[in-house]
């Protein structure tokens, strides 16, 4: 796994462990198994010991990030003791604040972090830690951040201009630590397929290389082309018309994916409805092919 290049990082719950090959064959570029948020603390340890045997039987060419406790915790020791086996690619290190924080989760995993940036000290020394050894990508964690600095995103403000200013920082830092482009929060509405690629377009216009997601799996696919761009034909023009057609945008790349919508398709097919042009039809072809990795 070539941390840099990738452009998705998908969560699964450590307390879900069947869900981690669904995940894996999903299209993510990563997949992070979460020891930290999803897991209730009473569940911690077990959640680490299905994590731990799942590692043992996974596949030798199956690998995962592991998002473990933080410094703070009680579980933050055991966490990185088992981010040394051989199916854990990287570590990702909530609420990171210094570069000691750093230091110490790669000196104990002898992995790569990818170190969450989520607090008003966290931002202070994102330099610092960008430019620590064993340092693969830094992320940023909007949500602990809004708490702590006590930031009120509206959604009246869909650009998150609330955001900026840490935002540029975590880009401005991964630059000058000669890292790769810094991968963004997550975007928390579950059904709202236009919102998440306006969202993409928005990282990627910021500085940003990645998206954090929680999302359907058979998404994924897609946000590597939300990311690097459509060239002429831009989404979210192309987006309605393909809803209108196939009912919803999951739903069209679901049947893509079972092979309903078949390769040879022609711009006849998606201008079911009268109200399409040719032009804008062959687009809505174009993408559901490129989304698909097909030549249009």
């Not at 690998?63 to 703070?72: P, S």
């Not at 104990?108 to 693969?136: D, F, K, W, Y």
């Not at 995103?153 to 900026?164: A, T």
């Not at 919508?261 to 174009?286: L, P, Q, W, Y």
């Amino acid at each position: 796994m070539d941390i840099p290049l990738c452009k998705t990082f998908l969560f699964v719950p450590a307390n879900r462990p069947e869900r981690i090959a669904k995940a894996l064959a999903s299209g993510a570029d990563a997949v992070i198994v979460d020891l930290e948020d999803a897991v209730a603390p009473q569940a911690k340890d077990a959640a680490r010991q299905a994590l731990a045997t799942w590692l043992r039987a996974a596949d030798t060419n199956q690998t995962v990030l592991v998002r473990v406790n933080g410094v703070d915790t009680p579980w933050h020791a055991a966490d990185l003791e088992i981010c040394r086996a051989p199916g854990v690619a990287a570590v990702m290190l909530p609420k990171a604040e210094t570069a000691a924080d750093m230091a110490h989760a790669h000196a104990a995993t002898q992995r790569p972090i990818l170190p969450i940036i989520e607090s008003a000290m966290g931002v202070h020394n994102a330099l610092h830690i960008a430019q620590t050894p064993g340092c693969a990508r830094l992320v940023f964690g909007k949500l602990d951040l809004a708490i702590d600095l006590g930031l009120e995103p509206s959604h009246d403000d869909p650009e998150e201009h609330v955001f900026l200013a840490y935002r540029a920082q975590l880009v401005l830092a991964s630059r000058l630590a000669a890292l790769a482009p810094p991968v963004d929060g997550v975007f928390t509405a579950l059904d709202d397929d236009a919102g998440l690629a306006a969202y993409a377009r928005r990282a990627r216009r910021d500085g940003f290389g990645a998206l954090l997601l929680i999302h359907d799996p058979e998404l994924l696919g897609l946000l590597d082309t939300w990311v690097t761009g459509l060239g002429e034909v831009e989404f979210v023009d192309v987006l309605p018309l393909v809803r209108r057609t196939f009912g919803s945008f999951t739903a069209a790349v679901r049947r893509a994916i079972s092979g309903r919508v078949r390769s040879e398709a022609t711009s006849s097919e998606i201008r079911a409805d009268s109200e399409f042009d040719h032009a804008r039809g062959m687009a809505a072809v174009a993408t559901v092919r490129l989304l698909l990795g097909r030549q249009p």
